[in-house]
């Protein structure tokens, strides 16, 4: 048996040729024990778990530099020697027996490589083509209806035999064909093991360390009395006693023990500066005895808790209250019930963002200095004559320049907040030329009903040209028909229709009947749904949204609206980097969709009638196809704007080219200007924006059984 120090990081190769190891310092260090026999299976095993890397997406490599005596003679280029075989792993432990080894572990990502070739069409789906399903926030099913958490998949794939050359374009489903690689990253649950919850201030042993990290010394300088106070706390925390502050003024503070005539004191003044204390005297030593320290002691606040966890860890997205506990036991040996640590969570939360009355404080500040950071921005702040909050508007200015390149069709949905005044989420949004979201504005109201629905569609029309046509799609509150008929007289208004179905079987209890309103939905070849509806007939897109900014519903206001400012940025970001790779005329959902047409295309007898008409068939189907008109009498082509497989087996036939046959909303060109325009983030300082009072609204909840003006409809 030998025992072998170990670190993690990375090898650079410096100018010279020669190799270094970069030391990761927030993984620490590790001593591993290896026996004679020891394989590099268990090696590797070792390294995963002491430094919990996941197996199943990233690749354990461990090495070593060779001793110095060894190295002589040897080049200075020659790279470390790397540990792959169990034969490696004997020539390690015999080694270190003469030598002093330190393992060098480190991991890469394995190659998960796809083809983006089609192998099939994704048939009788009931999800909307529109939605990106990079991550779980844009999955087509997900919305605010289901709440469970996905597993992460890989790549669907179109599941549909080719062979046959049949297809149901009119059920069809796209959403996978618009995917940008890695436009969001999912969310993985933080282990309880991982050590991060460890903190930024431990040793090997992974304690905390109370001799570098929790001293107070005399002549010590603090920037303030808090500062001196979270000081004592964090040395009572960690030598496990409680203080009481015998004295304080604006010039002199004093701390004793808890134990009366115990001699632990804490004296600090202020001296030549307006509010820093110095500490003129300390006396470290307790003269009581343990007994009477740990009677006497007092149990940690969740605020302060809170705080120490904020300090010593920071915010990471998926800590859960069960993570409080094991932080605050390895790094302090508190032991905390799963009350205190959701309430300390809590705490943290608000040390970070601010309570939600500090967020209604600052949030005219916050949309003003938005607003200053990207010009163009509407916003609308409502209050009421006691200056509560009432509704609040925004839409950014690369979102409402992006539209312009989108098709006309917008959904709207509302969503309820979880934080203590509750509130709606109110979200508008479109769809590009890849069949991805396209969020265009946001706003929060006290509920949904016709005022709030009337004020939110006023500030809406403002957000785009008053072109026609508009369809505007919605589930079935009667406040959006009525705010759509007096906003937008002349805007088409479209049911979302899998609302509908809810509603059918709720209220009618009619399965029989919901495959009727499915098939009026994806009608294509009837005048009566011929309006400008491209591919979208649910309200998912507005709803993924909703899903999206889960997380964040319960934030105070300017963190929920930063929150949506970052996500957007982001996936203009990945989009528009995106669209300048693309090597084709048009976007990848388009030539995807395309492809598959195509090959259903190769199957069909084409006849034509004259120089632009032609006659398809299509396995029993007979189709009339007009070039020159751009229509199908399957409806799809002139509805999509998008040629459908008849059309294609007739372009081809007459040897034209397909791509002079897509509407320019899908070209890569105008996919790249839809989001040319990036979002920018706002000035952290906000002292020289004239404060606005804003106070929050009554906490008053409806009595059982009532209903805002308008409820909600399937």
């Known amino acids: ?81 790397f540990v792959t075989t169990d034969r490696q792993v004997q020539v390690l432990v015999e080694l270190s027996r003469l030598h002093v080894i330190r393992l060098s572990v480190s991991s890469k990502r394995m190659n998960t490589a796809k083809s983006d070739l089609p192998d099939g069409d994704n048939v009788g789906s009931d999800s909307e083509w529109g939605l ?18 996905d597993e992460p998949v890989d790549e669907p794939r179109p599941t549909t035999d080719w062979t046959n050359g049949e297809i149901d374009e009119a059920e069809a489903d796209y959403s996978e064909y618009g995917r940008v690689p890695d436009e969001d990253v999912r ?19 992974g304690h905390f360390d ?8 005399v002549g010590q300088r603090f920037a303030s009395k808090d500062e001196l106070l979270n000081m004592c706390r964090l040395m009572a925390v960690v030598h496990r006693f409680s203080f009481r502050v015998f004295k304080s003024s604006p010039a002199l503070f004093v701390a004793t023990c808890n134990v009366n005539g115990c001699a632990w004191r804490v004296r600090a003044s202020l001296k030549n500066e307006a509010i820093a204390f110095f500490v003129t005297k300390y006396v470290s030593t307790h003269t009581c005895s343990v007994a009477d320290r740990v009677a006497n002691r007092k149990s940690c606040t969740p605020k302060y808790i809170g705080a120490l966890f904020i300090e010593r860890v920071g915010i990471i997205e998926g800590i859960v209250p069960e993570h409080i506990v094991i932080s605050m036991k390895v790094m302090f040996g508190l032991k905390l019930n799963y009350t205190t640590a959701y309430r300390s969570l809590r705490a943290a939360h608000e040390y970070v963002r601010g309570t939600p009355e500090d967020g209604y404080a600052n949030l005219a500040s916050y949309l003003h200095r938005t607003k200053e950071a990207n010009p163009g921005t509407i916003t609308d702040l409502v209050r009421d004559k006691l200056d509560r909050f009432k509704y609040c508007f925004i839409s950014f200015r690369a979102c409402m320049v992006g539209f312009q390149y989108c098709r006309r069709v917008v959904i709207v949905d509302g969503t309820h907040l979880t934080g203590k005044y509750g509130g709606t989420l109110l979200v508008a949004a479109g769809q590009d030329g890849n069949f991805q979201v396209f969020p265009l504005a946001f706003a929060v109201v006290d509920a949904e009903n016709n005022e709030s629905w009337g004020w939110f569609m006023n500030n809406l029309k403002g957000c785009f040209t008053q072109d026609f046509p508009l369809v505007i799609v919605s589930d079935r509150h009667p406040a959006i028909a009525n705010a759509i008929e007096t906003v937008f007289p002349w805007a088409t208004r479209g049911i979302c229709y899998y609302h509908m179905q809810n509603n059918i079987i709720g209220t009618y209890h009619a399965k029989d009947i919901m495959y009727m309103v499915k098939g009026a939905a994806y009608a294509h070849n009837l005048d009566t749904y011929n309006w400008e509806r491209f591919n979208i007939k649910t309200s998912n897109i507005a709803e993924s949204i909703n899903s999206a900014v889960k997380k964040a519903k319960g934030y105070p206001l300017p963190s929920l609206l930063e929150f949506i400012r970052e996500k957007l940025s982001h996936w203009f970001m990945k989009r528009r980097e995106n669209a300048l790779t693309l090597t084709t ?18 199957f069909m007898d084409v006849e034509r009638i004259d120089d632009w ?102």
């Open 1 to 81: 048996m030998v025992y072998v120090a170990a670190v993690y990081g990375k090898w650079e190769r410096r100018e010279q040729g020669t190799w270094f190891f970069v030391v990761d310092d927030d993984k620490g260090g590790r001593l591993f024990s290896l026996r004679d026999g020891c394989t590099h299976g268990e090696l590797v095993e070792m390294a995963n778990d002491e430094y919990g890397v996941d197996s199943n997406s990233e690749l354990i490599e461990v090495s070593y530099p060779l001793p110095a005596d060894i190295i002589q003679g040897v080049p200075i280029d020659s790279p470390p020697t």
């Open 132 to 149: 990106s399903t990079d991550d779980e926030d844009w999955d087509a099913q997900a919305n605010e209806y289901d709440d469970a958490d």
């Open 187 to 205: 969310e993985k649950k933080v282990p309880l093991d991982d050590i991060r919850l460890k903190g930024r201030c431990y040793n090997e042993g």
């Open 210 to 217: 109370k001799y570098r990290d929790a001293v107070i010394k």
């Open 585 to 602: 005329l048009h976007s990848k959902g388009v030539e995807y969709l395309l492809a598959v047409r195509e090959h259903y295309a190769g």
């Open 613 to 714: 008409q032609f006659s398809v068939k299509s396995g029993a189907g007979l189709y009339n196809v007009d070039l020159e008109l751009r229509t199908c009498s399957c409806g799809v082509f002139e509805v999509e704007k998008i040629p459908c497989s008849h059309a294609i087996a007739a372009i081809n036939d007459a040897r034209l080219l397909v791509s002079s046959y897509v509407s320019p909303a899908y070209n890569k060109n105008t996919v790249h200007a839809t989001y040319a325009h990036p979002l920018y983030p706002s000035a952290s300082n906000f002292s020289f924006v004239k404060k606005e009072p804003c106070r929050p609204r009554s906490l008053h909840r409806p009595l059982a059984g009532k209903r805002n003006q308008g409820g909600k409809l399937g």
